[in-house]
């Protein structure tokens, strides 16, 4: 099938990319002419795994496109995929103004039957705004469909290549057929194409995230509760997680969820409530603790060395809001730098992928290590906000002598209490109890 997806951001070019990697040809439009350029040339913008593979070999095979011409990248697709930012406005709302403005030149363009698929995240009612902005500048046959998307940062690919589920909104049996057509090669292995109306679709995307925006802050309260009264999370979360009704995932305790997705969605959600007089009463409370949590590590080391942080240098091991991504979207480790710095420590980061994001973000208003040895030079403590791989299973006897103090806040749960009543460090994690070795 010939295919165009318009923008080129995280959820774009994985689409393309992967749309491709099963045979299809895909024209991928962006009207940032520098950033088509460099894509042209074979150079990925954003980190994800596995996808620079996918990229360089269907650009060789000469199935996946790129240009900065609108009437150009849709001219012979049959499938048009709309992956454009909907930023949150200031009261949260999501911005269609980028999808509407597309939408508005598409009408204009299109020459014959297409079907327009909403692959953004967008508020329920959308697919009917962008059939109205489309129809009142064209007069030959479309369908709008909402595809929402369910893409994990870090698994990306995977997940696109084996979804667990595909969600179609469309009540179109012409449109029908080619999405089913489309996404055949994608469900072999049986897991299910769910077709359903455009506004289930699209509220579909939006409580699924909220739903496991919650279930994380509800175990981040939890822990809260369990360093009150002595329990231990870890063994908590196994009981819960063992319940087939509960599952296991998205059941660790941490400092908050952050990233493109979560925040911006369950925002969206609370707005849309808002506008039809409807009060998410669960959904206001995630975000204020969701708020407080990314605090949490910051709480734990000013009780330790008092509110004013003058003179004190602490490692930061993480900077991504989560691993296996370069992300640093609404990330806790920016909560937590900001209300170090503005307490008068001294930062000294390191994240395997991204640093330089994080630079191009603060400048110099934090220090940047090459590797997570280097950065424990001299520091008063280290604190952990991303759990990368390389973070699991470091040398503590070598982290021992490199740290003025062998103290570390761990936000993230990374090592075993087991494993820490054995090494002569201070040890403060999340919903477990402190371990002092200090004076061993």
């Known amino acids: 099938m010939k295919i165009a997806v318009i923008g080129t951001g995280y959820v774009g070019l994985v689409t393309g990319t992967c749309l491709a990697e099963t045979g299809n040809t895909v024209t991928c439009v962006d009207i940032d002419e520098q950033k088509v350029q460099k894509l042209k040339n074979g150079k990925i913008p954003i980190y994800e795994p596995n996808l620079d593979n996918f990229f360089q070999r269907n650009i060789a095979q000469k199935r996946l496109f790129f240009t900065t011409q609108l009437e150009e990248g849709i001219k012979d697709a049959q499938l048009i995929f709309l992956a454009l ?8 709302s999501a911005d269609l103004s980028y999808i509407l403005s597309v939408a508005k030149e598409l009408g204009k363009i299109i020459k014959n039957y297409k079907v327009i698929i909403d692959k953004s995240t967008v508020p329920v009612g959308t697919a009917e705004k962008v059939t109205k902005v489309i129809r009142e500048n064209s007069s030959v046959d479309f369908d709008v469909v909402s595809n929402p998307e369910f893409l994990r940062e870090g698994f990306a690919v995977e997940d696109f290549m084996k979804p667990e589920r595909v969600v179609v909104g469309t009540r179109s049996e012409k449109a029908k057929k080619l999405m089913e057509e489309l996404y055949q090669p994608f469900v072999r292995q049986g897991n299910p194409i769910l077709f359903m109306d455009e506004k289930s679709a699209e509220l579909t995307k939006y409580a699924s995230n909220s739903f496991l925006a919650t279930k994380i802050t509800f175990m981040n309260e939890i822990a809260n509760y369990c360093e009150m009264i002595g329990a231990d999370v870890d063994m908590v979360r196994k009981g819960m997680g063992t319940d087939s009704r509960i599952g296991k995932r998205f059941l660790f305790p941490g400092i908050g969820y952050g990233g ?29 603790v969701n708020d407080i949590q990314k605090m949490s590590l910051v709480k734990k080391v000013k009780s330790y060395f008092g509110e004013d942080l003058k003179g004190k240098r602490f490692a930061l091991w993480g900077l991504a809001f989560k691993p296996e991504t370069d992300d640093i979207r609404e990330a806790p480790s920016l909560s937590i730098i900001k209300e170090l710095t503005d307490s008068g420590a001294e930062i000294v980061s390191y994240d395997p992928e991204a640093i330089d994001n994080v630079r191009d973000l603060l400048g110099d208003k934090i220090q940047y290590s090459k590797n997570g040895l280097d950065a424990l030079k001299d520091v008063d403590a ?13 040398d503590f006897n070598l982290m ?34 402190v371990i002092n070795n200090l004076n061993k």
């Open 85 to 92: 930012p909907t930023p949150p406005g200031d009261d949260g």
């Open 260 to 288: 493109s997705c979560f925040p911006k969605d369950v925002k969206a959600l609370k707005k849309a409530g808002q506008i039809e007089n409807y009060q998410f009463k669960i959904i206001d409370a995630v975000m204020k």
């Open 382 to 394: 280290l604190l952990i906000a991303t759990e990368w791989s390389a973070f699991r299973n470091p």
């Open 400 to 433: 021992h002598s490199l740290m003025k103090s062998p103290i570390i806040f761990d936000g993230r749960n990374l090592y075993s209490l087991e494993s820490m009543e054995k090494k002569n460090f201070y040890y403060q994690s999340v919903g477990r109890k």
